[in-house]
Every structure is written in C-alpha cells, then in structure tokens.
C-alpha cells in the first residue's frame, strides 16, 4: 500500500478541495480570495522551481507564460465558449466546467508551446544567458500585447474584461495538487534523477548517456505548461487582466518565492508560496516597503543562506528507500 | 577492421596549438590499455576526443566499426563508451546512490508518464534499478555510503564513485582518467585489483591514463606513450619500460 | 533621403548611450563573468545626483556658462556614483567570491530590486523633470536635418569617455591588470595583481560611465523616475552580448546597433507591417537571434569549459 502513497495523497486532496469547493458560499469571500491566490501561486513556484531549482537554469520570464496562458484561455471562453455550450447539452455545471477544462488546457498548452520555442534555442546556453533571453521574452510578450488593436481579440493595451469568474477553489487546488504531485514524481524517479544530474554538472551528466538538451527542454516546457495554467486560472478568477499585469515584477515574485523557499525543494517553495501569499495580502499598506525588505532579503540570504529560508522538510523529500 | 575502439591520424587544433597530432591506436574488445605521457601531453584531450566534448579537427574515431566524432556525449556514452573525470565530476548534491541512479537512466524503459502513473511495471523497474546499483556499489565498498552526499566523501572514495557511475552507464569500454590520482599504496593495490575484477566480470575494453607507473605497468597489456600530442612508443609494459624515446621523454635527457 | 538621414542620426545618439551603459556590463562581465543587473539602476541614480546637485548647488552653477556647470555636474555624478558603484561590489558581491554563478545573478537581482525601491521610497514614483544642463536648441537645421546642441553633446562626451576608457585599459598598469584578471583571476594573483583592488577599480569605473549614461539620456528625455534604469539596461545588456561581452569595442559597436535599428523599426516599421511600439522588443528580439546563431556575439571569442 505504501508505494501508492503519494496518488492517494492526490486523490485525498481533490475529494477535499472538491468539498471545500462546494461549501465555499459559506466562506468568508476575503479570506477564499487569498486561499486562491495561495493556490495560483504555488502553481507558479513549484513549476518555475522544476526549472530553476531542479535543473539548475534561470528563468526570469514566468510571467510571460501566465499571460500566454491568461490570454489564450480567456480568449477560448470570451469567443469559443458560447458556441460549444450548447453541443454539450446546453447551460449546466457540467458544460461550463468541461469548456472551462478546454479553455485551461488550451491556455497551458499554448504557453507549453512558447516555452518549447524560447527553450529550445536558448536552453543551450549558460543560466545567466536563459535568464537574461527570459527576460527579453517577457517584455517581447508585453509589447506585443500592448500592440494590439484595442478592438481585436486581444484587448490592446486596456487587456480584457468580462472574463466569466470559473474559478473555483477546486479549480485551483486541484490543479496545483497535480502540479505538486507531477513534479515531486517526476524528479524523485530514476528519470528524474536525470534533472538534478543536469544541474549539478552538465558535463558529467552528458558523459553519463543523459540527453542534457532534452531534459531542460522537458523541465522548461513542462513549467511554462502549469505556468499557462496559472494563467488561465488567474484570469477566470480576476475577470480582468492587462499585458501591464504580466510584466517582470511578476516574474521576480516568482522567483522570490521559489529562492525563499529553497530551491530544489518542493516543500519549501510550497510553503514559501503560502506564506508569502498570505504576508503580502497583510502587509498590502505598506507596499513600498514590502519590495524593499525581500529584496534585502534576497541579497542577505545569497551570503548567509543560499539553500532557502526554510529548513527542508522530509514529507515530499527523496524517500530513502 | 578490428572491433573495438580505433583511432586513426586523429589531430586536433586548438587556436595555432596543435594538443593532439596524427594519434592512431586501437582498443579491442576486452583489452587493458594503458595511455601515459609527460604531464600536458594530451592524454584527457585524448578522452575528450573519444566522448565527444570535443570535435577531431581531423582524423577519424571508429567504435566498433562506427564513427564516434558528430555525435553528442550522451549518444556516445549510448554506444557503449563510458569514462571516468580526472578532475572528479560527480554530482555533488547528490546522494552516492543516486549518482549511480542517474548514470542509469538511459537504460530505464519508462519514461516521464510512467514516472506519472507510477504503475506496476515502473515499479519493478525501479526496484530492478536500485539493486543493480547496489551490487555495483558493493563491489567498490560504497554500500554502506549509499545515502551520503557523493561530496562529502573523501578522496578515494570519489574516485572510486566516478567508476561505479561509469559502469553503471553498462559501458564495453571504460576510459579512466587518473583513477589511482591521490590513493595511498594500499588503495591503488585495492583499485588494481577492483580494475581487474570489474574488467572480466563485465567484460570490458579499459583504457586507462595514469600517471603512476606502478598501476599502469601492473594491469596494462599494452601501452601507448604520447609526448606534445604525439605517440612516441607502444609496446608491451617491459618493451616500454626500456624505450629510449620514453626514458628520454619522463627524465628529459637522452637514453644514451 | 533627410528624414532618412535624421532617424539615423537619432538612432546614433540613442545608440551611443546605450554603448555607455554596455561598457559597465561588459567590464565587470570581463573580470567576475557575471551580470550586474544593479547595472541599469546606477544608470538611473547617475541621473538623480545630478538633479540633487544641480538643486543643492543651483544658484552657484547657474552664475557658470552651461559648459562649465555640465562638466561639474558630469565629473560630481560620476564620482558619486564610482563610489557607489564600489560599495555595492564590496557589499554585496564579494562576500559572494567562489560561489555558484547562479547566487550572485540572484544577489544582483536583489540588489537592483532594492536600489529601486529604495529610489522609489525617498524620490516618489512620478516622473520628475530633468535640468535643462544642456541647451536644448537646434544647433543646426540645414537640409531638413535637425540636431540639439545635447544631442551633439551626448555624442561627444560619449566618444571623450569611450577614448578615455581605451586608454585606461590598454595604456595605464591597472589598465593591465584588469586584462590580466579577465583572462585569468588565479594567474593574476600568482603576478603580484590585487584582484580586490582591481575588482573594485572596475566597479567604480563601470558605475561612473553608467552614472555619465543617466545624465546624458535625461538630457534627452529630460523626466526621470527611480524605474527608468531598468530598459535602457536591459538594452545595454543585449548591446553587450551583441558585441560580445567582456570586449570593449565590442560594446560600443552593439549599443549604436540596437540604437539605431531601434530608431528604424521606430520610424519605418509602419511601412513594413511592424507597429512603432514594438521598438521597444526590437532589442530582445535581437538578443534571441544572436544566441541562436552567434553566441559569442560580433567580436568575442568563444569559451570553452576545461574538461
């Protein structure tokens, strides 16, 4: 029973987010608004931590997948929605929730796409030059954005508005669950091993038969895939989103979050995720500080604690079998 | 055409340096080579050449009647060829086990989904993994070190891990780059030995660059001498041990 | 053809402050081979102490002719900002000697981070406007060509700095140092050379031509505001790798390339289907087509990693 132990723990968390899914008109709307962005974020930090903590590049551009992410889901719904509703039986739960599924897929799997054409030139080079084109790409996806014709598909520089609210607490939770569960088993099997052996010494791990090309591109594919996700969450849970919401401060959250939380460690950058969620929506008066202090917190760490502010905890840690 | 590995006018150009020069030799399957020089001859380029870091500038590397040079590392490594780093490349963060694991890896008939759905038959294979990599532990006496971080063993025992992360690649030919480098007597006896053991118990070609002489002329069949990149001698350990090129190129005067 | 030729011109004085600003990243690329992302940001508080200064000390400077009062200014700033520019290394980095590449990228990061906020903090966030240090008249208008007496001032200091700077590396012991330390940190030492000392050397001077960059680029587009660092050094930075990092001409080169392919795309992007406003990607654009073709950049020589 116990090498099954980590799908039950999935299932476990589905059923309950499922539940708290379905009593969450009971809740306290502020507090189910941050359990969400808790959610959103840990989606974005453990598969951003696939690519910078486990495989050892540097991606400062995760932003740029949510927004192809936020982007193409909720142009799927704003456009496509309407006429597939009906083919599924008309208005009910199960229609919308089917074509919400679409519409996140679809999202997840046009910023996979992105991510395969900035990685596969750029995953050759040194992880000070990925993180730089990362970068680049981000503000490419911006401009572009802000391009477009305010009338068109894409909203222009004011984005678009009247995105339905499908977001729920199950949506989120279930989603950053097989997240969590996807990257935790992915790198914890002899496959994944293969992640880590790239990031410690690429050379070696060439010399050791593993197709070092593939196995970044993999990790970077797969984290702009649950980054697009993301998107497409944050987008049905906002109802609004602009090109200005996706720019590179968003990406360097990210970042904080997986550097605090320690990177390689699933655990710690879950925990970071909420932590940090939670702290940032108290801390939301003093905003001018906020970056201020985890900006020198960053720089502090590097010195005294570069394996992350919190300790790594043996749930989720290699089993030693 | 011989089997094994076979290098013939191989040269490679390095800006106006020329680190190895019209080199030919060859390995056959099972053989116990030894490849020595004067330090900076050209040995680990010789490595290099061989596993693909680097490009021959001209020449040509057969393995097994294949071209070696144009493929990537990692496709190298696949046909059969595994080496050990003479400036030790393990995967320092990194348990000893699974720097083992992870030399495996190319043979692993799952992939990425079923590391997913985690189904009966990855199972097996995983438990099928860590026992081969076990018993490939056991032999170098790194067993008990299994849960170690690979960096915090000590030197010898790095040393020794880099040569169970190669065979664990199943390799036909081994290169060692300085294994004995930095052992005390005792441990290059154990490691002479442990060369010998795992030579005929996996049935492999080795080809071994070592500075110590007491090793090479010990375990080696047969020796290739390079100085400058190119081969001065070859010979069986006596013919080499009373060559003049090589007694002149080690203590720098003429044998006469 | 004129209008032509005035993009063109524009596009070189874009692209010589941009070069300034490369030269800082490739310098401290050349002797620690990592990036300054707090580059961009010196950039910007070059452009602040000017204003500090030129308020502090207005009455004083106002009663010198522009040139004199710009060359104070410009030579104050720099100062400052060398210094600056010298603490953060010693502060921030050099605890940091010997580590993985990828904590100091972080650490750069949070550096330049709370540069920005901290500017952010004492300056406010709105745009504020820019001193008029340098007249900002038509020096000449002959033949539909227009050029300000800053825009030839910008192309002027830039060419004194980008000589001065030649000099320093190629004619000057420290000079040689550096170039030591770029080639070899480890063989440099073993030679009698000060590592520190020239680390630190290279920071100052790197700060000081980034601190001259921020004033001549609000000179130009005279508001500034505590983000205004962070594109123009990104841009620096691909006019950097575009030359090929660590190589001096080479940076100088990338930054009137982006410069003026920026202006172009600017000016006749609309006449080839390319919106103006997607000059601003032109840069990272061409960042992603020289990694796929030329990684080493025009100039620079490729590295291998010792086996």
Redesign the interface.
Same mark, same amino acid.
């Given at each position: 029973m116990k090498r099954y132990a980590p799908q039950i723990a999935l299932i476990a968390v589905l059923a309950v987010s499922l539940g708290i899914s379905m009593m969450s008109s009971q809740l306290d709307a502020y507090y189910l608004d941050i359990a969400l962005n808790v959610g959103i974020n840990i989606i974005l930090a453990v598969s951003l931590n696939l690519v910078n903590g486990h495989t050892g590049q540097f991606s400062l551009g995760h932003a740029a997948f949510m927004a192809v992410g936020a982007y193409g889901a909720s142009i799927f719904t704003l456009e496509a929605a309407d006429q597939l509703i009906p083919m599924l039986g008309g208005p009910s739960t199960f229609a919308t929730g089917v074509a919400f599924l679409i519409a996140l897929l679809i999202g997840g799997l046009c910023a996979a796409f992105c991510g395969w054409l900035v990685g596969m030139p750029s995953l050759r080079l040194r992880g000070d030059y990925l993180a730089i084109v990362t970068l680049g790409f981000n503000e490419i996806v911006r401009v572009i954005l802000q391009n477009t014709s305010g009338d068109g598909p894409f909203g222009g520089p004011l984005g678009l508005k009247g995105i339905p609210a499908h977001t729920s607490f199950f949506w989120v939770f279930a989603i950053a669950a097989l997240c969590v569960y996807g990257v935790a088993s992915m790198v914890n099997s002899t496959y994944g091993r293969g992640f880590l052996a790239v990031r410690d010494d690429e050379i070696a791990a060439g010399s050791m038969g593993i197709n070092t090309t593939r196995y970044k591109v993999t990790a970077f594919v797969t984290g702009s895939f649950f980054a697009g996700l993301a998107g497409g969450l944050y987008a049905h849970l906002r109802t609004t989103i602009s090109p200005e919401g996706f720019n590179f401060l968003k990406s360097f959250d990210i970042v904080v979050i997986v550097i605090l939380g320690g990177m390689g460690s699933t655990a710690g950058v879950v925990l970071a995720a909420i932590v940090l969620t939670v702290l940032n929506e108290f801390l939301r008066d003093f905003e001018q500080y906020r970056m201020i202090v985890f900006s020198l917190l960053l720089i502090v760490m590097m010195i005294v604690r570069p394996q992350g502010l919190l300790p790594s905890l043996p749930f989720l840690k290699r089993k030693k079998a | 055409m011989s089997t094994g590995l076979e290098l013939q006018d191989v040269t490679i150009q390095f800006g106006g340096l020329k680190a190895v020069s019209d080199l030919g030799f060859h390995v056959a399957p099972g053989e116990l080579v030894g490849l020595i020089g004067p330090n900076g001859a050209g040995k680990t380029t010789v490595f290099n050449l061989i596993t693909g870091v680097y490009t021959p500038t001209a020449g040509r590397i057969h393995f097994e009647g294949k071209p070696v040079p144009g493929r990537k590392p990692h496709e190298i490594t696949r046909m059969g060829i595994a080496r050990t780093f003479q400036n030790i490349r393990l995967f320092s963060s990194l348990s000893v086990f699974d720097n083992v694991r992870a030399a495996m890896m190319m043979h692993l008939k799952h992939g990425i989904l079923h590391s997913l759905t985690r189904g009966p038959a990855f199972q097996e294979e995983e438990q099928s993994m860590e026992a081969r990599a076990l018993e490939l532990l056991d032999i170098f006496g790194l067993a008990d070190a299994r849960d170690q971080d690979a960096k915090s063993l000590n030197y010898g025992d790095q040393r020794r891990l880099e040569i169970v992360r190669a065979l664990a690649t199943q390799p036909k030919l081994l290169l060692l780059d300085e294994p004995a480098a930095g052992m005390n007597p005792a441990e290059k006896d154990d490691l002479m030995k442990l060369i010998r053991f795992i030579k005929d118990r996996y049935q492999l070609a080795v080809l071994l660059v070592e500075h110590d002489m007491k090793v090479v002329m010990g375990i080696c069949e047969r020796i290739a001498v390079i100085e400058y990149g190119v081969k001065i001698a070859e010979g069986t350990p006596k013919e080499i041990q009373c060559h003049p090129k090589v007694i002149e190129a080690y203590l720098g005067v003429s044998a006469e | 053809m004129e209008q032509f030729l005035q993009q063109l011109l524009n596009g070189l004085f874009q692209g010589s402050i941009y070069a300034l600003i490369a030269l800082g990243y490739t310098m401290v690329y050349g002797v620690l081979r990592?990036?300054n992302f707090a580059h961009g940001d010196v950039f910007m508080l070059g452009a602040f102490t000017a204003l500090g200064l030129h308020k502090a000390f207005g009455p004083a400077l106002a009663s010198m002719p522009w040139p004199v009062s710009l060359i104070l200014i410009l030579l104050a700033s720099m100062a400052i900002c060398g210094a600056l520019g010298i603490i953060i290394e010693l502060l921030?980095y050099r *605890?940091?000697r010997n580590? *993985?590449?990828?904590?100091?990228?972080?650490?750069a990061?949070?550096?330049?981070?709370?540069i920005?906020?901290?500017a952010?903090?004492f300056f406010g966030a709105t745009q504020r406007p820019f001193p008029e240090l340098i007249p900002r008249t038509p020096v000449a208008s002959t033949g539909g060509l227009t050029i300000s007496v800053a825009q030839v001032i910008v192309l002027a200091t830039t060419i004194t700095l980008l000589i001065g700077l030649r000099i320093v590396v190629m004619k000057t012991r420290m000079g040689l140092a550096m170039r030591a330390l770029s080639l070899n940190p480890t063989a440099s030492t073993l030679m009698g050379v000060n590592n520190s000392v020239v680390i630190s050397f290279t920071f100052g001077l790197g700060s000081a031509l980034a601190a001259a960059g921020g004033i001549l680029y609000a000179s130009l587009y005279p508001s500034i505001e505590p983000f205004m660092g962070i594109q123009p050094g990104?841009k620096a930075?691909?006019a950097a790798?575009l030359g090929g990092i660590g190589n001096i001409p080479g940076a100088a080169l990338g930054g009137l390339i982006i410069g003026i392919t920026e202006t172009l795309v600017k000016g006749y992007g609309q006449h080839f289907g390319i *919106?103006s406003?997607?000059s601003?990607?032109v840069?990272?654009?061409i960042?992603?087509l020289i990694?796929?073709f030329k *990684?080493s950049g025009i100039l620079g020589k490729t590295e291998?990693?010792k086996?």
């Open positions: - | - | 990592f990036i921030a *605890p940091l580590r *993985p590449r990828l904590n100091v990228l972080i650490t990061i949070g550096v330049s981070l709370f920005e906020y901290t952010q903090l990104l930075f691909v790798v *919106p406003g997607y601003e990607a840069a990272f654009v960042l992603i990694l796929v *990684p291998r990693e086996v």
